[in-house]
């Protein structure tokens, strides 16, 4: 095998933050994601010599430098994003926390206060991560994230076999916002891994590096 360390690198298409959707032109449905994981991915995957896309929705983070940064908004903009650039990764890591709703219909004007209540009508929204996983082909890898309250690691196995991917990392809720966590991670073919207590960019380290691993095998390159 060729060595990495001799010139190769390997893209990354990166997702980080909370997506939001517009309700009317001042409210909408989001979630409590920081931003933090991705972020710290991106940096990573820059540190160890790697081209790095982040496709970010709106989070108070500082941008990492020397990182090609994508703003995005909803979810239907990381979608757009995702797939217009997908073709050019390597492995794409779907951090972000995508919402699973967004309201049919978008109210122009701002909703004004009523006594009377109010009834708000959903639909899904395109599910990227096994958009991605349906749609990668030979050595492309895609890694995904699941935030479980309970029986953790089964619905994680579950989501990486519904959703054709080759990494997952399971977490649980408790975890946004901090600076430390606590992470499953599994390949196909991989067991359990644990990482406890450890920095978000300790453990974005950890999962930049098992994807160099899993590339460079299907690439035909070392890690010498």
């Not at 979630?31 to 790697?50: C, D, F, I, P, T």
């Not at 997952?168 to 901090?178: D, F, H, Q, T, Y």
Request: charged residues 30%; positive net charge; proline residues 3%.
């Amino acid at each position: 095998m060729r060595s990495i360390k001799k010139g190769h690198k390997i893209n990354f298409l990166i997702t980080a933050g909370g997506t939001r959707e517009y309700i009317d032109p001042v409210r909408f449905i989001s979630n409590a994601s920081s931003g933090k994981m991705g972020y710290r991915l991106a940096e990573s995957a820059k540190k160890r010599n790697h081209n790095v896309l982040l496709v970010a929705a709106p989070v108070n983070q500082s941008i990492p430098r020397g990182i090609e940064l994508l703003n995005v908004t909803s979810a239907g903009d990381m979608f757009k994003a995702v797939k217009s650039n997908f073709e050019k990764c390597d492995c794409l890591v779907m951090a972000a926390a995508v919402s699973d709703y967004t309201p049919v219909k978008k109210i122009d004007n701002k909703i004004k206060r009523s006594d009377k209540n109010l009834n708000l009508k959903l639909k899904p929204t395109k599910d990227i991560l096994k958009w991605a996983g349906n749609h990668k082909r030979g050595k492309k890898l895609v890694i995904g994230f699941a935030l479980e309250d309970k029986n953790l690691k089964t619905n994680a196995e579950r989501k990486m076999k519904e959703k054709n991917i080759d990494i997952i990392i399971a977490n649980k809720p408790s975890v946004i916002g901090e600076e430390k966590s606590t992470v499953w991670i599994k390949s196909k073919t991989g067991n359990w891994k644990a990482i406890k207590n450890k920095t978000k960019a300790f453990i974005a380290n950890e999962i930049i590096k098992l994807a160099e691993t899993l590339i460079c095998s299907r690439q035909g390159y070392s890690q010498e």
